[in-house]
């Protein structure tokens, strides 16, 4: 069972949370007396705390599973920063009426851009899944995850920034193919607010340009 967090801000503070995420913030998970947050620690625990879990999801051999942790750690150190930080800065500040800052969105693209080729040129250079595997692990799902936020830029961004990635993008669908039905069943909420998003840009951008000529 999930709960879906449908948060008004942008940055999601929920008090009821407390209890769970003493950070306020999500995902957090709530199994028997375990209270866990911090999305990386809860894909390991639900990887190995379930039996029938097929263990190339997270490896058992000790090399494999470091390569696993070396993905997830670059991850949080700078797709994170680029993916996470050009969605909110250009999507969501806007949208909740807080000001925007041109110099950061162009840092996060650069950092984006880079992290995408780093997963063309270097995670996916031996093989279809991250670190030259031949089936997905939980870096995979936290990547592609991240990643599939771009969905939400306009159409014409999305396809700017990802159409060079031939290799990241067909991860991606290698992903959703491996993990049929449940990656579009994910995602759901993502694509419902993509259209939202976009027509609400749209709109925002016109009144920003009719401000502009006053």
């Not at 407390?18 to 866990?36: C, E, H, S, Y």
């Not at 670059?74 to 110099?103: C, D, E, N």
């Amino acid at each position: 069972m999930y709960v879906l967090i449908d948060s008004p801000h942008p940055l999601v503070l929920f008090s009821s949370s407390a209890t769970i995420n003493p950070m306020r913030q999500i995902p957090a998970i709530v199994d028997g007396k375990l209270k866990l947050f911090e999305s990386h620690a809860i894909l390991i625990y639900l990887a190995c705390a379930f039996p029938g879990v097929a263990s190339h999801w997270y490896p058992v051999d000790p090399a494999e599973r470091a390569k696993v942790h070396s993905i997830l750690d670059w991850h949080h150190s700078y797709l994170r920063h680029g993916a996470g930080g050009l969605v909110f800065y250009s999507i969501l500040t806007p949208l909740h009426g807080m000001r925007s800052h041109p110099q950061i969105i162009t840092q996060a693209e650069e950092i984006l851009l880079r992290s995408l080729s780093k997963i063309e040129n270097v995670w996916l250079k031996d093989g279809s899944f991250l670190g030259g595997s031949s089936q997905p692990s939980i870096a995979d799902l936290s990547l592609a995850c991240e990643v599939m936020q771009l969905q939400l830029l306009s159409e014409k961004d999305c396809h700017r920034i990802l159409s060079p990635y031939k290799k990241v993008k067909k991860w991606i669908e290698d992903i959703r193919s491996a993990t049929a039905p449940y990656f579009d069943e994910v995602h759901e909420h993502l694509f419902e607010s993509q259209k939202g998003f976009r027509e609400k840009m749209v709109t925002h951008s016109g009144k920003n340009n009719v401000r502009s000529k006053m």
